[in-house]
């Protein structure tokens, strides 16, 4: 048997399994669950570590002085962790004993913590907090926007956190937040808030759970009956969404993060199309726009999606092709020949809006557009232009209650947004 020996840095157990939370140190306790560890603490199995110790010292025909010496352990070390006096475990002697007894680390581990005193229980409880918080939220901007107070305390946050998504514990939120949603493709650690924007869309979809099945022949159907609707700045957007949530794919609406730079959403939930809209820009057009990029998505990239979960506009990771969005929408509401009939117009409100009313779209649509295609075609900036003729866009989002960022929980908010798409 090959024992550890030599000079080693004082590990304590305990920073251990802190580190070994966000990354895998031993192959044999890699990823260990704290809350699963932690429950195995208090569980009533049984494990006498000194009457194994004393069978291994009769196998190997040892005295206990000579087995210590030949550990390199001190006596009354090796009977602090056994008892659960230590108060900071030394990881090398741990896996020094564990070895000696031929028990797997991972469970030796628990065999140890099983003997800690209730303190020592509490700092490991206090770590799985702290290290959940900071390797999955951006504590910083989410105080500064309002979700988080700058007087809370490490569990105030983890209760913020585990209430506004619906769960009750760490382990439930990693199981049934996580693994859906990156399952199938590599979570992005660095970006907090996109990944705290993309949970609580999903998160809201889920509690809203749209009943009815998706058709994709309805949803041909009903696109080509859209346009009209944008014209109506307070019921338009909400009619078409009722619409749209009765054959299956459900529009929700969600404040922009500014740090996310994402415009909209798919995503395919349980078989049916899930489309995330933002107050991007702050602009009525720009609704009806990402409307109709996501409805795109839902018709031509279904599969893709369905594969990686979800679909963030502007995104490549997916190998989607944005441009074909782009252009469907621009082309449903205002073709590069239409605008190349009103450019000359554009300076005539009265001949814009009459033109609007014949293609069937709100004026600021066309406004939108025609600044869009000065951009591209000749490099001509429109930017601050025409605005008197866009509508406030909060007129036309305001009965859909989008959500934001002070929510006390997603199901309340969900609640809210369903009773709304289900009223007839």
Same mark, same amino acid.
């Given at each position: 048997?090959?024992?550890?020996?030599?000079?080693?840095?004082?590990? %304590?157990?305990?920073?251990?399994?802190?580190?070994?939370?966000?990354?895998?140190?031993? @192959? !044999?306790?890699?990823?260990?669950?704290?809350?699963?560890?932690?429950?195995?603490?208090? &569980? =009533? *199995?049984?494990?006498?570590?000194?009457?194994?110790?004393?069978?291994?010292?009769?196998?190997?025909?040892? %005295?206990?002085?000579?087995?210590?010496?030949?550990?390199?352990?001190?006596?009354?070390? +090796?009977?602090?962790?056994?008892?659960?006096?230590?108060?900071? @475990?030394?990881?090398?002697?741990?896996?020094?004993?564990?070895?000696?007894?031929?028990?797997?680390? /991972?469970? #030796?581990?628990?065999?140890?913590?099983?003997?800690?005193?209730?303190?020592?229980?509490?700092?490991?409880?206090?770590?799985?907090?702290?290290? #959940?918080?900071?390797?999955?939220?951006?504590?910083?901007?989410?105080?500064?926007?309002?979700?988080?107070?700058?007087?809370?305390?490490? =569990?105030?946050?983890?209760?913020?956190?585990?209430?506004?998504?619906?769960?009750?514990?760490?382990?439930?939120?990693? *199981?049934?937040?996580?693994?859906?949603?990156?399952?199938?493709?590599?979570?992005?650690?660095?970006?907090?808030? !996109?990944?705290?924007?993309?949970?609580?869309?999903?998160?809201?979809?889920?509690?809203?759970?749209?009943?009815?099945?998706?058709?994709?022949?309805?949803?041909?159907?009903?696109?080509?009956?859209?346009?009209?609707? &944008?014209?109506?700045?307070?019921?338009?957007?909400?009619?078409?969404?009722?619409?749209?949530?009765?054959?299956?794919?459900?529009?929700?609406?969600?404040?922009?993060?500014?740090?996310?730079?994402?415009?909209?959403?798919?995503?395919?939930?349980?078989?049916?199309?899930?489309?995330?809209?933002?107050? +991007?820009?702050?602009?009525?057009?720009?609704?009806?726009?990402?409307?109709?990029?996501?409805?795109?998505?839902?018709? #031509?990239?279904?599969?893709?999606?369905?594969?990686? /979960?979800?679909?963030?506009?502007?995104?490549?990771?997916?190998?989607?092709?944005?441009?074909?969005?782009?252009?469907?929408?621009?082309? +449903?509401?205002? /073709?590069?020949? !239409?605008?190349?009939?009103?450019?000359?117009?554009?300076?005539?409100?009265?001949?814009? %809006?009459?033109?609007? %009313?014949?293609?069937?779209?709100?004026?600021?649509?066309?406004? /939108?557009?025609?600044?869009?295609?000065?951009?591209?075609?000749?490099?001509?900036?429109?930017?601050?232009?025409?605005?008197?003729?866009? @509508?406030?866009?909060?007129?036309?989002?305001? !009965?859909?209650?989008?959500?934001?960022?002070?929510?006390?929980?997603?199901?309340?908010?969900?609640?809210?947004?369903?009773?709304?798409?289900?009223?007839?």
């Amino acid at each position: 048997m090959k024992f550890i020996k030599g000079n080693h840095p004082r590990i %304590s157990i305990y920073s251990y399994l802190i580190c070994n939370i966000t990354r895998g140190i031993s @192959p !044999k306790i890699r990823y260990m669950n704290i809350d699963n560890l932690l429950d195995s603490i208090f &569980s =009533d *199995e049984q494990f006498n570590v000194e009457d194994v110790f004393n069978k291994k010292l009769l196998e190997y025909n040892l %005295s206990k002085t000579k087995a210590l010496k030949l550990l390199n352990i001190d006596k009354d070390v +090796f009977n602090d962790i056994l008892n659960g006096t230590a108060k900071q @475990p030394n990881l090398i002697q741990v896996v020094k004993i564990a070895e000696f007894l031929g028990v797997e680390l /991972s469970n #030796f581990i628990k065999i140890v913590l099983k003997n800690q005193n209730s303190e020592n229980i509490r700092a490991i409880e206090r770590a799985r907090k702290a290290t #959940f918080i900071v390797r999955n939220f951006d504590v910083k901007a989410l105080t500064k926007l309002g979700f988080f107070d700058s007087n809370d305390s490490t =569990d105030d946050l983890v209760t913020k956190v585990l209430n506004y998504f619906g769960y009750s514990t760490i382990n439930q939120f990693e *199981e049934e937040l996580d693994e859906p949603l990156y399952s199938r493709v590599k979570k992005n650690h660095s970006d907090k808030m !996109k990944d705290f924007w993309v949970k609580s869309a999903y998160q809201t979809f889920k509690v809203i759970n749209n009943p009815n099945d998706y058709n994709r022949e309805k949803l041909k159907d009903l696109i080509v009956k859209i346009k009209p609707y &944008s014209q109506d700045v307070k019921k338009g957007l909400l009619t078409v969404c009722r619409a749209l949530y009765n054959i299956g794919v459900t529009v929700i609406f969600q404040n922009y993060l500014t740090t996310t730079q994402v415009r909209g959403a798919t995503f395919i939930i349980g078989g049916r199309p899930c489309i995330v809209i933002t107050d +991007f820009n702050k602009n009525y057009p720009t609704l009806w726009f990402t409307l109709l990029h996501e409805l795109n998505h839902v018709l #031509f990239d279904y599969d893709t999606i369905e594969n990686n /979960s979800y679909h963030l506009s502007d995104d490549t990771d997916l190998f989607l092709i944005e441009d074909q969005a782009n252009e469907f929408a621009r082309n +449903f509401f205002l /073709s590069e020949e !239409k605008f190349q009939y009103i450019k000359t117009y554009i300076n005539n409100p009265y001949l814009v %809006s009459k033109f609007a %009313s014949e293609i069937e779209v709100h004026p600021s649509i066309v406004y /939108s557009f025609f600044t869009w295609y000065q951009k591209e075609l000749y490099g001509k900036n429109y930017h601050a232009a025409f605005r008197e003729f866009y @509508p406030d866009y909060k007129d036309a989002i305001s !009965k859909l209650n989008p959500i934001s960022w002070n929510e006390v929980s997603i199901k309340e908010a969900s609640e809210k947004i369903k009773s709304v798409l289900e009223l007839n």
